[in-house]
């Protein structure tokens, strides 16, 4: 185990290093720079911004001061924003996001599992044909046109939840639940396909012909082996909520990191584009990495397949 751990840091770290080098070398190659836009800012001025932020220095020289940077966890100034750094922008925004994302991490995989089993234990009949309905659902409609129709329905029409800001819990069940809607109708139909295989399994049988009903064996047989795919999903869902919070934080107003990221981009600020990306990446690369690991509590075969892999 001990081996199996130091090995996926190490890619973990190489990943991180190529993703930062990769983005540092994107806004490398995007026309214009931050301050192309400035057109009344005298010349003088101007260079004089550039020296000051190392942007008269050469691409190399650039890129090794960023990974000095990134490797100390000091990801810059920022361009537009005088007397913020990165840090402090990530610092300030995300536990923003990260309170929307848990929320909308909760939902989809309390409800993805649930929906997912009745549908399998009622398999053909019509809360089977209900579920999967409501999964299309979720995954046919973009998370920014069920906010909208959320913040309509909810917040306008029937004046029960807060239209739109920051500043207490209801004011994070819309957007919660826009961002849920997608990996919960995926959640859904993947562990209903899992478990409809599971439960036509002999050791399945057994447990019925022991008087056991659907319920024990739901949760004492079934639910662990259906687990599975879905553990393996977590990670990149994780990453995928905060990620596509953006949009949904737009909407509603809140002062999430996703809102700092399209500010961004619009002004061209590099080092917090760069920084964002980055921290983004290591949030899906830590959490891939923590589901490596429960992957293997759940099954440790895993690690013997990647022994004999190696071998």
């Given at each position: 185990?001990?081996?199996?751990?130091?090995?996926?840091?190490?890619?973990?770290?190489?990943?991180?290093?190529?993703?930062?080098s990769?983005?540092?070398?994107?806004m490398?190659?995007?026309?214009?720079?931050?301050?192309?836009?400035?057109k009344?800012?005298p010349?003088?001025?101007?260079?004089a911004?550039?020296?000051?932020y190392?942007?008269?220095?050469p691409?190399?020289?650039?890129y090794w001061?960023?990974?000095?940077?990134?490797?100390t966890?000091?990801?810059?100034p920022?361009?537009?924003?005088?007397?913020r750094?990165?840090?402090?922008?990530?610092?300030?925004?995300f536990?923003?996001?990260?309170?929307?994302?848990?929320?909308?991490?909760?939902?989809?995989?309390?409800?993805?599992?649930g929906?997912?089993?009745?549908?399998?234990?009622?398999?053909?009949?019509?809360?089977?044909?209900?579920?999967?309905?409501?999964?299309?659902?979720?995954?046919s409609?973009?998370s920014?046109?069920?906010?909208?129709?959320l913040?309509y329905?909810f917040?306008?029409?029937?004046?029960?939840?807060?239209?739109?800001?920051?500043g207490?819990?209801?004011?994070?069940?819309l957007p919660?639940?826009?961002?849920?809607?997608?990996?919960?109708?995926f959640?859904?139909?993947?562990?209903?396909?899992?478990?409809?295989?599971i439960m036509?399994?002999?050791?399945?049988?057994?447990?019925?012909?022991?008087g056991?009903?659907?319920?024990?064996?739901?949760i004492?047989?079934?639910?662990?082996?259906?687990?599975?795919?879905?553990?393996?999903y977590?990670?990149p869902?994780?990453t995928?909520?905060?990620?596509?919070?953006?949009?949904?934080?737009?909407?509603?107003?809140?002062?999430?990191?996703?809102?700092?990221?399209?500010?961004?981009?619009?002004?061209?600020?590099?080092?917090?584009?760069?920084?964002i990306?980055?921290?983004?990446?290591?949030?899906?690369?830590v959490?891939?990495?923590?589901?490596?690991?429960?992957?293997?509590?759940?099954?440790?075969?895993i690690?013997?397949?990647?022994?004999?892999?190696?071998?």
């Amino acid at each position: 185990m001990t081996k199996f751990i130091i090995k996926k840091i190490l890619i973990l770290l190489f990943s991180l290093f190529m993703v930062a080098s990769l983005t540092f070398a994107l806004m490398q190659m995007i026309p214009g720079d931050p301050f192309s836009q400035e057109k009344a800012i005298p010349k003088e001025i101007l260079d004089a911004m550039y020296r000051h932020y190392g942007l008269d220095q050469p691409w190399y020289v650039q890129y090794w001061n960023y990974l000095k940077g990134f490797a100390t966890g000091d990801l810059g100034p920022s361009f537009k924003y005088q007397g913020r750094t990165v840090t402090e922008i990530i610092r300030e925004g995300f536990p923003v996001s990260m309170i929307l994302g848990l929320e909308a991490l909760t939902l989809s995989i309390f409800f993805g599992i649930g929906l997912g089993c009745i549908a399998s234990l009622k398999h053909l009949r019509w809360q089977d044909h209900a579920t999967m309905v409501v999964a299309v659902l979720g995954i046919s409609v973009p998370s920014f046109i069920l906010a909208t129709f959320l913040q309509y329905l909810f917040g306008m029409k029937l004046d029960l939840l807060p239209v739109a800001r920051w500043g207490s819990f209801d004011h994070s069940i819309l957007p919660a639940f826009a961002l849920a809607a997608l990996p919960m109708a995926f959640i859904a139909r993947l562990t209903r396909s899992n478990m409809v295989e599971i439960m036509q399994q002999d050791y399945i049988q057994t447990a019925k012909s022991k008087g056991l009903n659907s319920f024990q064996i739901v949760i004492r047989h079934a639910l662990r082996n259906a687990l599975l795919p879905i553990v393996t999903y977590l990670g990149p869902l994780t990453t995928a909520i905060l990620t596509g919070s953006f949009a949904v934080e737009k909407i509603f107003g809140i002062p999430g990191l996703g809102q700092w990221f399209v500010m961004s981009i619009t002004n061209r600020d590099y080092t917090v584009i760069m920084g964002i990306t980055v921290f983004y990446s290591a949030i899906l690369m830590v959490s891939i990495f923590f589901v490596d690991i429960l992957y293997c509590v759940i099954d440790p075969r895993i690690q013997l397949i990647d022994k004999k892999v190696r071998q």
